[in-house]
């Protein structure tokens, strides 16, 4: 044993001997980092055997460049090389412990310095054991200067060096396929920054980060104000008047918006062995005060729930690949409901059980303008809590209650389910409705999940009531996209009853429920063909916001004489007459193939066109960051800096907001909540 051990040191005091003790060293900090400091949601063995080896790649990388040099230097260039990957390694910690994200450079690049990120809490943000990171380097520096490890002044054969190039560039790709195939579209549609470093690691994040940067810096950097006049001019063409029958109906009332995750509208009136999937739901679709929409549908692409967040708020469509939130999120120039309505005196909320940096929403809110934003950190954590991508709805809609009571009125509220997610997980206690019985494994529990969330909203209607917010609220529902995929083209014939569908079936299997409701507006089931891009004119429009100015793509639903051509993502598109998907037109009532005639090609040759401008001109908007050359009258340039997400600053925000804005309920009502929140939540109990 002793032999092995000289042998072993003696390979210590070769180039290559010190090279592999670098690179092990320095991926297992790496790792206890990633374990200990990060949370990351690694599941599955997988994961686990990635999340441990995707340091290597890239250490054998960096520091094979050393091996490139001669005597001294390549040990100086080595510990230079772990010095900085270290203090990046570092910097991520600090950042992840203030944001629960890791830097990008755009954050770096965009805010001038990491500081203004950071805050004036840098010294309380750091642990004197943060330092332990380096600690490693400082051992190699006193093994070397004591001569415990001898410099090898030897030169290391190129060829040598090569070869690790080339085994860490292999070992990438491999790192990578593997990666892909347990989460397809990793790089595609980036929708969180745990994801990448969890399987890629943490120095592929930063390079990809420099690169989505850099491409998105110098699109931005080609763009000017004269991109804006061909935008303008289409909006001109094509805005329509608010209806006056609605046009500030609502002008003051709060606006709470549940985001209903992953949820389709044929789900609405839909019963499984004769029971009501969403009964709550159904009686508030047909309630006298509710406008609800049966002709409205999703229109988002790879960003999904991120793309229905980014029409909701902006009414700008989401990009054709990967998601704007997370691309362009933090550092472009937005015009968003949240602070439209905050110069108008309304306090701005998001409310969400999932980590923050989902869908860099920790950023883009920022950019937003959303005064808080409730995110995981603000919610009670146990096991049993969460199911899938977050916390389960009842829970969340009851930890959720004491934070609505507490924003000072009008608020505008958003509230993001996550229990009706794919895979549709839900435990045994939470699960009392049947199943579907397709015979896939994937849509059969679609309708347990859901009657879950209907089951939730249920309970959360009772406390709007019972707090008093109900009266005094404008109350929306949306389904953010859908939640069985064409894929699925068996089962989704099962589900309509029939027994194959067609492209046209699948068109309109896109629809998603909105719903909106108010004390005292006249409701009824609207057929008006519309989508999510059109959501943020309506809304502001009942709420008595003039918006005939504002960079939006979307028209009022109500208003009158409007084009009712929906924009898909890819470019096919839906009309109260024609459904075009790919070359193959159909009679939208029918569903029937349409062979055109010369008149009909000339009016989907107009559609066609229209749709392709407003997908191009909404792209031309977020890529060229156009909004920061677009002052809209009356309305404050959003400044970023001015916002803080974490729970200590938020919790001190609403204590501070009780005594200067004293419009809460909780406030009003001499520091005591209004209602106790009643659920039937079998983890609670």
């Known amino acids: 044993m002793s032999d092995f051990v000289k042998r072993m040191a003696a390979k210590l005091h070769t180039v290559f001997g010190f090279f592999i003790l670098v690179v092990v060293l320095f991926c ?213 008047g608010a209806n006056p029958t609605y046009f500030g109906t609502e002008k003051g009332k709060n606006v709470i918006i549940i985001h209903l995750e992953s949820f389709q509208q044929f789900l609405i009136n839909y019963k499984v062995d004769g029971k009501e999937v969403t009964p709550n739901l159904n009686k508030f679709y047909k309630n006298q005060n509710t406008m609800s929409f049966d002709n409205f549908y999703n229109q988002v692409a790879q960003g999904k729930t991120s793309d229905a967040e980014m029409m909701l708020e902006n009414s700008l469509f989401g990009l054709p690949q990967g998601s704007a939130m997370t691309e362009y999120g933090t550092q472009n120039t937005f015009q ?105 494994k994937t849509v059969d529990p679609y309708v347990q999940t859901a009657h ?46 029939k027994s194959k569908v067609t492209n046209y079936d699948l068109a309109q299997f896109q629809k998603v429920p909105l719903m909106i409701h108010a004390a005292g507006l006249k409701g009824g089931i609207n057929h008006t063909y519309g989508g999510e891009i059109d959501v943020l004119p309506t809304l502001l429009d009942l709420l008595g916001v003039k918006n005939t100015n504002t960079i939006q793509f979307g028209n009022d639903l109500l208003a009158k004489n409007r084009n009712q051509t929906v924009a898909f993502r890819d470019g096919d598109f839906v009309t109260p007459s024609y459904t075009k998907i790919g070359s193959t037109v159909y009679n939208t009532k029918t569903g029937d193939v349409i062979k055109p005639t010369a008149k009909q090609k000339k009016v989907l040759a107009k559609e066609q066109n229209h749709v392709t401008a407003e997908l191009s001109l909404s792209d031309r908007v977020i890529q060229g960051d156009l909004l920061r050359f677009y002052q809209l009258k009356n309305f404050k340039t959003v400044d970023k800096k001015n916002y803080n997400y974490r729970y200590v600053n938020g919790v001190k925000q609403l204590e501070q907001a009780q005594k200067k804005e004293p419009t809460s309920l909780k406030a009003k009502n001499h520091g005591k909540v209004t209602a106790t929140y009643k659920t039937d939540a079998p983890e609670l109990k």
Do not use: C
Request: proline letters at 3%; glycine letters at 8%; zero cysteines.
């Open 28 to 240: 297992i900090k790496t790792y206890i980092a990633y374990q200990t400091e990060f949370t990351l949601g690694v599941k599955g063995g997988v994961q686990q055997f990635l999340l441990a080896v995707n340091p290597i790649p890239t250490a054998l990388l960096l520091f094979g460049i050393a091996l490139y040099f001669r005597g001294r230097l390549v040990y100086w260039l080595m510990l230079i090389i772990d010095l900085l990957q270290t203090t990046w390694l570092f910097a991520n910690i600090i950042y992840y412990r203030e944001f629960s994200d890791f830097l990008s450079f755009s954050v770096i690049k965009g805010s001038g310095n990491v500081q203004n990120n950071l805050g004036k809490s840098i010294g309380q943000i750091i642990h004197p054991t943060d330092f332990l990171v380096y600690l490693d380097i400082v051992l190699l520096i006193i093994l070397l200067m004591t001569h415990v490890i001898r410099i090898d002044g030897r030169p290391f054969k190129r060829r040598y060096a090569l070869t690790m190039t080339v085994l860490a560039f292999s070992l990438m790709g491999a790192e990578y396929g593997m990666a892909n195939a347990d989460r397809s579209g990793l790089l595609t549609r980036t929708f969180d920054n745990n994801y990448l470093v969890k399987y890629l690691g943490l120095n592929e994040y930063g390079a990809f980060s420099i690169y989505q940067t850099q491409k998105q810096s110098a699109t931005r950097a080609h763009a000017s104000a004269s991109d804006l006049r061909s935008v303008e001019k289409y909006l001109k063409h094509n805005r329509v």
């Open 336 to 440: 968003a409901a949240p602070a439209i309505l905050d110069q108008r005196g309304y306090t701005s909320a998001a409310f969400h059980g999932d980590v923050p940096s989902f869908w860099n929403r920790d950023n883009t809110y920022k950019s937003w303008g959303y005064d808080y934003f409730f995110s995981s950190q603000y919610y009670k954590e146990k096991a049993d809590y969460t199911v899938g991508y977050g916390l389960k709805d009842k829970i969340f809609f009851r930890d959720s209650a004491k934070y609505l009571q507490q924003l000072p009125q009008p608020f505008y509220a958003k509230l993001i389910t996550l229990t009706n997610h794919y895979p549709y997980e839900l435990d045994k206690q939470n699960t009392d409705f049947p199943a579907t019985k397709t015979g896939d």
């Open 452 to 497: 879950y969330l209907d089951e939730a909203f249920g309970e959360f209607l009772t406390y709007l009531k019972e707090s008093g917010l109900y009266k005094n609220s404008m109350i929306v529902l949306y389904g953010d996209h859908y939640g069985i995929s064409n894929n699925h083209r068996s089962a989704i014939a099962q589900l309509l009853g």
